[in-house]
């Protein structure tokens, strides 16, 4: 019971805050545009100084792991690879790339640093692993939204370009090196600076989660309910049952598991679907596989969590 209870302890508060943001979008406090709006603040302002905020303090050399890193990014690259695999078997040929990017595509920034923050008080290891996850899914979904979209291009040197500048300018990417180099510079911040950066870092975790309850519409996955069924249980429950137990055989454990089960098992992030209409994709499939990870996600985290806590790997 103590574990379960502490399992529930840090994954309900993160489920009942996105349901806030639904309560708010009902009650009118929220509307599409504001939820745009705070959705880029954010992704470009919030998680960026958050990051900043929870890489510089840290003595960077101390902490790196090439095992991990290198875990991560072998992972996340094959889980890339098998999801382009079975949208294939997908019969609709316009919505193979949103089956594919939705089922390996995780909220590993917003909800991997709320999880590891409840469960630990800080970030733990979520940067090195979003360091290693996040500028593959990104690069990956632009090759994918491209190429298995409605509109079939072949990879060309514009495709390429767009997609090197997308990472070199992503905000996560940017806040992750600026505080890796202030961390190796070995200088502290004036403290007026880091009481400035840590108020900005505060509002990443609950606006975030609140902006993805805002942006959920039930109505959509009443539509093509079967590869959006098929994308939520391959994020859920198939990555995780076959790269968990390799994870805990190689010896990870405590927040360096978490931060691997967030990558494997959270649920398909929001950014998901603003990328899909961006480039042309009806975004249903992608809006569905969202709600129904984001909301079964805070049942089958705790379920995982158990089963680690259980065993006594965190």
Partial sequence: MNNLIFCLNATIPIFLTMLLGVFFR???????????????????????????HDLSGVPFRQVWDSRFVLFCFLTTAVCIAICCGLSFFVADRSIRGEFAQAGYRSSATILGISL???????????????VSS?????????LILELMG?????????????????????????????????SLSGLSQPRIMELTVQNLAATATPLGLMVMGASFDAGKTLKKWRPVLAASALKLAGFTAVFLPLAVRMGFHDDKLVAILVMLG??????????????????????????????FSAFTLTVWLFILRSMGLI
């Fill in 26 to 52: 009902y009650a009118g406090l929220f509307d599409q545009s504001f939820v745009n709006k705070m959705n880029r603040f954010v992704f470009t302002a919030a998680i960026p100084a958050l990051l900043f």
């Fill in 116 to 130: 590891i923050q409840n469960l630990y008080g800080n970030a733990g290891m979520a940067p090195l692993m979003i």
């Fill in 134 to 142: 996040v500028p593959l899914y990104n690069a990956a979904a632009v």
């Fill in 150 to 182: 409605p509109d079939r291009k072949r990879p060309d040197r514009e495709t390429l370009n767009k997609t090197l500048k997308n990472l070199m300018t992503n905000p996560i990417i940017l806040g992750i090196g600026a505080g890796i180099l202030w």
């Fill in 266 to 295: 959270s649920s398909t992030t929001v950014s998901c679907f603003v990328m899909a209409r961006g480039m042309g994709h009806d975004g249903t499939v992608t809006a569905g596989a969202i709600m129904l990870t984001t909301f």
